[in-house]
C-alpha cells in the first residue's frame, strides 16, 4: 500500500513559523511532481505548492513569499517551509502526488495546521 505520511503540524500564533515534512515511498517520489494542498473548514481542497524533479517550484498567490517547497531526493522527503503565518492559513495541509504508470493520485492523512490570531 502506498502510505504518504506528513508530520509537523500543530498550533502556531500569527506571525510564527512551520515546517511540515511528508515522507514518500521511493517509487512515489523519484522522478515525481510532489504537491502539498490544504483544506479549510467548509473549504475546497486547494493547492499551495508544487515541487517539480528537478526542484522547480510554483505557488498559490495566497502563500507566495511565505512557504517554501523542498525536496530531499536521499530521504524522499518533501518539506513546506512555512513563515509569518496568518489566520487564515489554518486548514488540514496534505501531501499528494499524482502516479504517471496508473493514473492515480496518491494522498498522505494530512496534518493540522492551527494559527491563532
Known amino acids: 500500500q502506498v502510505q504518504l505520511v506528513e508530520s509537523g503540524g500543530g498550533l502556531v500564533q500569527a506571525g510564527g513559523s512551520l515546517r511540515l515534512s511528508c515522507a514518500a515511498p521511493?517509487?512515489?517520489?523519484?522522478?515525481?511532481?510532489m504537491d502539498w494542498y490544504r483544506q479549510s473548514p467548509g473549504k475546497q481542497r486547494e493547492l499551495v505548492a508544487t515541487?517539480?524533479?528537478?526542484?522547480?517550484?510554483n505557488y498559490a498567490d495566497s502563500v507566495k513569499g511565505r512557504f517554501t517547497i523542498s525536496r530531499d531526493n536521499a530521504k524522499n522527503t518533501v518539506y513546506l517551509q512555512m513563515n509569518s503565518l496568518k489566520s487564515e492559513d489554518t486548514a488540514v495541509y496534505y501531501c499528494?502526488?499524482?502516479?504517471?504508470?496508473?493514473?492515480?493520485?496518491?494522498w498522505g492523512k494530512g496534518t493540522l495546521v492551527t494559527v491563532s490570531s
Open positions: 521511493g517509487i512515489l517520489f523519484s522522478g515525481n511532481v
Open positions: 499528494s502526488a499524482f502516479y504517471l504508470p496508473n493514473g492515480m493520485r496518491y
Open positions: 515541487i517539480t524533479s528537478g526542484g522547480g517550484t
